[in-house]
């Protein structure tokens, strides 16, 4: 029991407080905070492996969401690898998946999507589907795809999800160890 005279009584009982106050701290988080907070539009396809995605199916992590395509020469492969290298750094691998939304289905077949991701070197689920079903899928996520003979021009920006299934933060161009804290404080 604490005196009400004792010097170090008091002195360790305000360390006490001001720690547990610190812990309340919301952490610092880089990319754009959405507000207010809301679910993220629904998302259901098949992965690489030809087997059903939802995206209700991760709740409980964190879901680094971004839409590229497997024949892209350099943006999709360095943004899917900056992921995983944020991932690994982050020090939540279990806790953090990365999914890649394909912006050309056609061509984004589950076995393109397998190569692809062992070509970057990175563990993700891949998602694809018919025209039809993408299509409703980045509307929902606002992500405007004009497709060309030989590219398929995107927008390009990484879409945070927290654990309960909320869209929390769009990052654009954050650094490893940006997107990594932000994992690391959505995960808490």
């Given at each position: 029991?604490?005196?009400?005279?004792?010097?170090?009584?008091?002195?360790?009982?305000?360390?006490?407080?001001?720690?547990?106050?610190?812990?309340?701290?919301?952490?610092?988080?880089?990319?754009?905070?959405?507000?207010p907070?809301?679910l993220?539009?629904?998302?259901?396809?098949?992965?690489?492996?030809g087997?059903?995605?939802?995206?209700?199916?991760e709740?409980?992590?964190?879901?680094?969401l971004?839409?590229?395509?497997?024949h892209?020469?350099?943006i999709c492969?360095?943004?899917?690898?900056?992921?995983?290298?944020?991932?690994?750094?982050?020090?939540?691998?279990?806790?953090?998946?990365?999914?890649?939304?394909?912006?050309?289905?056609?061509?984004?077949?589950p076995?393109?999507?397998?190569?692809?991701?062992?070509?970057?070197?990175?563990?993700?689920?891949?998602?694809?589907?018919?025209?039809?079903?993408?299509?409703?899928?980045?509307?929902?996520?606002?992500?405007?795809?004009?497709?060309?003979?030989?590219?398929?021009?995107?927008?390009?920006?990484?879409?945070?999800?927290?654990?309960?299934?909320n869209?929390?933060?769009?990052?654009?161009?954050?650094?490893?160890?940006?997107?990594?804290?932000?994992?690391?404080g959505?995960?808490?």
């Amino acid at each position: 029991m604490l005196s009400r005279r004792s010097p170090l009584g008091l002195l360790a009982l305000a360390g006490a407080l001001g720690l547990a106050a610190c812990s309340t701290k919301p952490p610092r988080l880089y990319g754009t905070v959405l507000q207010p907070v809301r679910l993220a539009p629904p998302l259901t396809a098949i992965d690489q492996n030809g087997a059903s995605f939802s995206l209700t199916g991760e709740r409980g992590r964190v879901v680094a969401l971004y839409f590229g395509f497997t024949h892209c020469k350099d943006i999709c492969p360095q943004t899917l690898a900056k992921l995983g290298a944020a991932r690994a750094k982050s020090g939540l691998a279990s806790r953090v998946a990365i999914v890649f939304a394909s912006v050309d289905p056609v061509r984004d077949t589950p076995a393109a999507l397998r190569a692809f991701f062992a070509r970057v070197g990175v563990s993700a689920i891949g998602i694809t589907g018919t025209r039809a079903q993408m299509k409703a899928i980045w509307s929902g996520y606002g992500v405007d795809v004009q497709a060309t003979r030989t590219d398929v021009g995107h927008s390009s920006f990484v879409y945070f999800i927290g654990p309960r299934g909320n869209l929390r933060i769009v990052g654009g161009d954050l650094s490893i160890a940006q997107l990594a804290a932000d994992m690391r404080g959505l995960a808490r």
